[in-house]
């Protein structure tokens, strides 16, 4: 990121605040860091807000930058719904103070995180030894995705029906914070949105707890899937490690580990290169399938990575 291209960023921002230029059309005008968001609040908002996602198809959040043209439609923007992701860690502290009247509401407030490089150690009972904890970013204020006991925490708490549950709480709070003449529609549509988190989960177990002992594993290049992993009792087998390709020997052990575990299918996303993974496939007579954790479609993802996880362990 280049000094450069922060100030043109900040400089349009400033701009499009004191010109009172924006983006919002009909309902209150928020912003969402990555898609998956965007389908809670407008879940909870419907037509009262008018929801803009930073992160779009293909871009990854642990990277990106905001554009001159979204910082310039944030300075009318009514509220932030952040998650942790990467990229808040720097820019909504910037955000925040060009635009001071924007209310930031941390949406994974309460979740307790799970360590990244933790997520693949499971026992029998389904939990992970030595968890981080995340005790949450308030309202204009702004979490951190380390922990000085346990390294960088795993920011994809949408991943699983828990989390979800949790980021639907704390999305309708805060519409209702910023709209509260319409408390009664947000919480309305919540009840309906959990009851839908339910359905999801319901489908979600009848996919995978009959899945035996021995099949339980998966092998993904990036490690997304560490809260769905756990709250399923899953073991996720990661082939990257700390944000990097394997070195040769870590790509050797990763071969021999899923030989061992017979694995069949390498899971993938579309915001990382596969090369790693396709030698890892060829070495072991498996394939590569694609799960995008950052799609819109929040039911549909998840229902989908179920299937395709117990598909891949028959």
């Known amino acids: 990121m280049t000094t450069k291209r922060i100030l043109l960023a900040v400089v349009a921002f ?85 635009n001071p009247s924007l209310r930031i509401v941390a949406t994974a407030r309460g979740i307790e995180k799970l360590p990244m490089d933790a997520h693949h150690h499971h026992d029998d009972e389904g939990h992970d030894h030595g968890h981080g904890h995340d005790h949450g970013a308030a309202e204009h204020g702004h979490g951190h995705d380390h922990d000085h006991d346990h390294g960088i925490l795993d920011p994809h708490v949408w991943l699983s029906p828990d989390g979800a549950r949790v980021l639907a709480a704390n999305t309708r709070d805060g519409l209702i914070k910023v709209d509260p003449g319409n408390e009664a529609v947000y919480r309305a549509n919540t009840d309906a949105l959990l009851g839908e988190i339910d359905s999801v989960d319901a489908d979600i177990r009848a996919l995978l707890d009959g899945l035996p002992e021995d099949r339980r594993s998966f092998m993904v290049f990036h490690p997304s899937w560490g809260y769905f992993a756990h709250q399923y009792g899953l073991t996720q087998i990661p082939i990257e490690v700390a944000g990097r390709e394997p070195s040769p020997k870590g790509l050797s052990e990763v071969i021999e580990q899923g030989r061992a575990l017979g694995i069949r299918v390498i899971f ?38 179920a299937r395709a996880i117990a598909d891949a362990a028959r």
């Open 14 to 98: 400033c701009l499009a605040a004191t010109m009172g230029v924006g983006t919002a059309r009909a309902g209150t005008s928020v912003f969402v860091s990555i898609l998956p968001q965007k389908y809670f609040v407008e879940k909870i908002a419907g037509d009262l807000a008018e929801v803009s996602v930073l992160v779009m198809p293909g871009a990854s959040p642990h990277t990106y930058e905001p554009t001159p043209r979204q910082m310039a439609a944030l300075a009318t923007a009514k509220a932030y719904f952040s998650i942790g992701v990467t990229f808040e860690e720097v820019w909504l502290p910037r955000i925040n103070s060009a």
């Open 268 to 305: 993938v996303q579309p915001q990382f290169s596969e090369r790693s993974a396709r030698v890892i496939a060829t070495e072991i007579g498996a394939r590569t399938a694609v799960l995008d954790p950052l799609a819109e479609d929040w039911p549909a993802s998840m229902r989908d990575t």
